[in-house]
């Protein structure tokens, strides 16, 4: 009997081990979430996530492939109802329009009769197109369709207009804002509505194609202020001025601010931290968060340069692809890449940087939207569900337990609680979270609430059902693929319907009791309604 029970018993292991593969169980830790809520590290735009379109046609091609197809905002289908809708879902999306091309547009504006010519290719050219040009009718065509959206535009100027570039790669010569002064007194007088106007593009430091020198950088960003200081003189708000729309480097743009802080509003900065779109390792760049934290180093020094300079200049990143030369199919526009991009907006925000601009909404490989369907990939919702769930206040957040959790909390945008993203890097654990409020844990007993807690922590009552349970978004892969295009809320696939309408976004309820279970690479929004900090007061 003995020796039966033995078998028995190795036959019953064979199959809960076996189990634990096919039904997805995984190991279990614990861990804990510390948040300081007693005061806010940075406060985000009330609009924080914005995204770019660019000006590259579809003869842009990397690596032999060719990824842009009819998404530059010269040839897109402003009809498409998908990429209508996905716009209005964020009410408002901020979008800016630049990308390295814009240093080589002419304006077709009503004192510039030379004929209106589109890119062609040309790889003796720098950045291998010939200048091309905005015809006057695509402006208003595209500022019809941003106000049938709703959109909020950041329009990038070309900084090269009248300037030589120096073989040694210096571009030298005052910006001749002629063309650009043109474009924006046309857009005052058709009643275009402009977030900001940008100037330039990764012309900052060693430059990409060429560079401008800072202190020159800082008389055209002046010039550009008055010009627009000018055209809106009647407006009671008048549009941003950003600049300089280029990658950080820490003395270059610490003389720009210096010498014309009093003459923009933004310093915009873009970030490609993952190396070029063909790295075959991207996926494990993305997953490492050693790798991951590299980047805190640039939010670090340029909030230290926004901070000792007097201005009050703030940080945006102005443009964010993650892998440059157009990203990475199957990974910059899949569902691995929300780890990346979800830890970015948690870690530029902790840093001060009040808006992040994704590239991009809809182009090459890194599109929030599909380029050929215009079907949202799996950073669109995460980018949706950011919007829609995390406040301005961002709050002081760390996790006790596996380096392989990413945690950021901020005050939540919908109440007067708090908002928890947690996300797991670990393909093999599921992580049960506890949360710490300033060195206090909560606990509940028989629907009472006890807690061992400083006077600062609050337990909202106001409302039963938000005093005893939580809202929690869980984001995973479909099929468990982390190159699938297809993101699972909750445990179900979010898709458009046959109408192009973007899918409800709908959380589970959680008791307050429960630890935050974050499965093996996944990702968790937590709203935390019944929790009142005095940072989020």
Not at 60 to 67: F, H, I, S
Not at 144 to 155: C, E
Not at 301 to 320: F, I, P, R
Request: charged share 20%; aromatic share 12%; with cysteine.
């Amino acid at each position: 009997m003995v020796c039966l029970f033995l078998q028995k018993g190795v036959l019953v292991w064979i199959c809960l081990f076996s189990l634990r593969f096919i039904c997805g169980y995984s190991d279990t830790a614990q861990g804990t979430v510390f948040i300081d809520g007693k005061y806010a590290i940075g406060k985000i735009d009330k609009h924080f996530i914005c995204a770019t379109l660019d000006w590259w046609p579809p003869e842009k091609c990397d690596y032999g492939t060719c990824a842009w197809d009819h998404t530059s905002f010269l040839n897109l289908d402003l009809n498409n109802i998908i990429f209508l809708n996905a716009i209005k879902a964020f009410s408002p999306l901020k979008i800016r329009l630049g990308g390295t091309l814009q240093d080589k547009v002419i304006y077709q504006t009503e004192d510039h009769k030379q004929p209106c010519v589109s890119f062609v290719k040309n790889t003796t050219e720098m950045f291998g197109f010939t200048p091309g040009c905005l015809p006057l009718s695509r402006w208003d065509e595209l500022n019809a369709f941003f106000n049938k959206s709703g959109a909020s535009i950041v329009f990038g100027l070309n900084a090269l207009y009248g300037r030589f570039v120096h073989p040694d790669g210096l571009s030298v010569g005052a910006w001749d804002p002629s063309n650009a002064e043109s474009l924006i007194h046309y857009t005052v007088k058709k009643g275009y509505d402009i977030h900001g106007w940008e100037l330039g593009n990764e012309l900052s430091g060693s430059g990409v194609g060429t560079r401008v020198a800072a202190n020159q950088y800082a008389s055209d960003t002046t010039a550009l202020y008055k010009i627009v200081q000018d055209a809106y003189k009647n407006f009671e708000t008048k549009p941003l001025v950003l600049a300089p729309g280029g990658f950080f480097d820490e003395g270059w743009f610490k003389e720009l601010i210096n010498k014309a802080g009093t003459s923009f509003d933004v310093a915009t900065h873009h970030i490609y931290n993952l190396g070029p779109g063909r790295d075959e390792h991207l996926l494990e760049k993305i997953l490492d968060p050693s790798y991951l934290d590299g980047e805190a180093d640039t939010f670090s020094k340029l909030k230290n340069v926004l901070k000792t300079s007097g201005s009050s200049v703030v940080a945006w990143v102005g443009e964010a692809g993650g892998a440059y030369n157009s990203g990475r199919n199957h990974v910059t526009n899949a569902f691995a890449f929300s780890f990346w991009y979800l830890d970015q907006l948690g870690m530029s925000a902790a840093y001060d940087t009040k808006t992040y601009c994704r590239q991009t909404l809809i182009g090459g490989n890194y599109g929030l939207l599909n380029t050929t369907t215009f079907v949202p990939n799996p950073d669109y919702y995460s980018a949706l569900l950011w919007h829609r769930l995390m406040g301005r206040n961002v709050l002081s957040t760390s996790f006790s337990g596996t380096k392989k959790i990413r945690a950021y909390a901020h005050c939540a945008k919908q109440s007067q609680g708090i908002t928890l993203l947690l996300i797991n890097l670990d393909g093999n654990t599921t992580i049960h979270a506890k949360v710490d409020f300033n060195g206090t844990i909560l606990h509940r007993r028989k629907h009472r609430h006890h807690i061992h807690r400083k006077s600062s922590i609050k337990l909202s009552t106001s409302n039963k059902i938000a005093s005893n349970t939580r809202e929690e978004y869980h984001l995973t892969a479909k099929d468990g693929d982390l190159q699938s295009q297809t993101m699972l809320l909750n445990g179900n696939a979010l898709t458009v319907d046959s109408y192009g309408n973007i899918p409800s976004l709908e959380p589970i309820f959680v008791n307050s009791t429960e630890p935050i279970s974050v499965g093996p690479f996944s990702i968790v929004f937590v709203h935390i309604p019944y929790i009142l900090l005095p940072a989020c007061s």
